[in-house]
């Protein structure tokens, strides 16, 4: 594997109200879109800042292309930063804009000519460099932005949720337009955002980040299909936490305990639980199947509580007892002919629904 071009080695971060980075190390590879995903607070933007400079760390150190960078200021790291609300100079001209850093640098007129309608060109806004920001659009700004970043040639370019203040069809459009980007410069990316789908489209690795740490690193499919923690599973996507405990080991997998209903499981590489041992089953709502037959092999027996119809699909709650109801999500195009109150089989392909340790305190 190449060496990294970012390296985060034991980060802590306190503001004096207790730590907001605890000991987080990263190593990231030249040409990765790597994001940081997480909710509020958990840290991404803070790691963001100490990466570009603009924060220092309270320990730990940063190190790009093999050189520590902790102590050096923003201008003298070979970084740049692509803001939400993208700080533009309202005074100045789009070629003023993506130009400014060029000049600063003592970059020659001529130079800075070209290199400014190179990037005009790449973001696909040629012809556009004697209007004004207020003249244009917001996805326009946003692309006068990150031509004013890459104009500079980073090693590593810094997104701080640059897609945030854009309508949805245009965030949509312009996460296409990013990672198409990032595929043709060659940059490495680093990318934060709270928004599970625009991570999911966009990552070739995505870091989940809760309260100061890494709960899980890895490809989109691997942190949406194979959740390593009770967090991961439960921030990515739609999920049937369903809690319990191990009361049953055989060679064909183990039963988890949930509610009073014995459900079926695997274990996996990253977890293979003893008996007793508290656990959560991650059931995506996809995933679950149910019919007048068994479904999978599982002779699990339930009564449909609802049904919503949503936009194509349909949204079924579908209860196995008191107190254990699943959700499922079918296509409209699957839509069922059962009335709530049916009896149904429900069941799912064991080998997708991961099973994650359950060390919460309201683990039951």
């Known amino acids: 594997?190449?060496?990294?071009?970012?390296?985060?080695?034991?980060?802590?971060?306190?503001?004096?109200?207790?730590?907001?980075?605890?000991d987080l190390s990263l190593d990231v590879y030249p040409g990765e879109f790597l994001t940081l995903l997480g909710p509020s607070g958990c840290g991404k933007t803070t790691t963001l800042r100490i990466i570009a400079g603009l924060e220092r760390p309270t320990s730990g150190h940063v190190f790009i292309?093999?050189?520590?960078?902790?102590?050096?200021?923003?201008?003298?790291?070979?970084?740049?930063?692509?803001?939400?609300?993208?700080?533009?100079?309202?005074?100045?001209?789009?070629?003023?804009?993506?130009?400014?850093?060029?000049?600063?640098?003592?970059?020659?007129?001529?130079?800075?000519?070209?290199?400014?309608?190179?990037?005009?060109?790449l973001v696909r806004l040629s012809g556009f460099e004697r209007r004004m920001p207020s003249q244009l659009s917001g996805g326009q700004r946003q692309r006068v932005a990150i031509a004013r970043a890459v104009v500079l040639q980073p090693k590593v370019l810094l997104l701080d949720e640059p897609l945030g203040a854009l309508d949805l069809k245009l965030r949509q459009e312009m996460q296409?337009?990013?990672?198409?980007?990032?595929?043709?410069?060659?940059?490495?990316?680093?990318y934060i955002t709270h928004d599970q789908e625009e991570a999911l489209n966009m990552s070739s690795r995505i870091v989940i980040l809760n309260a100061g740490h890494i709960e899980q690193i890895g490809t989109p499919e691997e942190v949406y299909e194979h959740p390593r923690t009770l967090f991961a599973a439960d921030f990515i996507g739609q999920?049937?936490?369903?809690?319990?405990?191990?009361?049953?080991l055989s060679p064909e997998g183990l039963t988890l305990e949930v509610n009073g209903i014995s459900l079926p499981a695997?274990?996996?590489?990253?977890?293979?639980?003893?008996?007793?041992?508290?656990?959560?089953?991650?059931?995506?709502?996809?995933?679950?199947?149910?019919?007048?037959?068994?479904?999978?092999?599982?002779?699990?027996?339930?009564?449909?509580?609802?049904?919503?119809?949503?936009?194509?699909?349909q949204h079924t709650q579908i209860a196995l007892g008191d107190a254990l109801v699943l959700n499922a999500v079918t296509q409209s195009a699957e839509l069922d002919s059962y009335p709530v109150g049916s009896e149904v089989y429900v069941g799912w392909n064991q080998r997708h629904a991961p099973l994650v340790p359950d060390h919460s305190e309201e683990a039951v």
């Open 1 to 22: 594997m190449a060496e990294p071009i970012l390296r985060l080695d034991g980060l802590c971060k306190d503001y004096g109200e207790g730590l907001v980075l605890s």
């Open 65 to 121: 292309d093999g050189t520590d960078v902790t102590g050096l200021p923003p201008e003298k790291r070979p970084v740049n930063t692509v803001f939400q609300n993208y700080a533009l100079f309202p005074h100045m001209t789009v070629f003023q804009n993506i130009a400014y850093g060029l000049k600063v640098l003592g970059i020659s007129k001529s130079e800075q000519k070209e290199r400014v309608m190179a990037a005009l060109s």
């Open 176 to 190: 296409q337009e990013l990672k198409s980007l990032q595929q043709k410069l060659g940059i490495t990316f680093v």
């Open 239 to 248: 999920n049937n936490l369903l809690r319990g405990t191990v009361t049953a």
């Open 266 to 313: 695997l274990p996996n590489d990253a977890f293979s639980p003893a008996a007793g041992e508290k656990a959560a089953l991650c059931l995506r709502p996809q995933r679950i199947r149910y019919g007048r037959e068994p479904q999978h092999g599982m002779a699990l027996k339930g009564i449909i509580r609802s049904k919503e119809y949503v936009g194509g699909m």
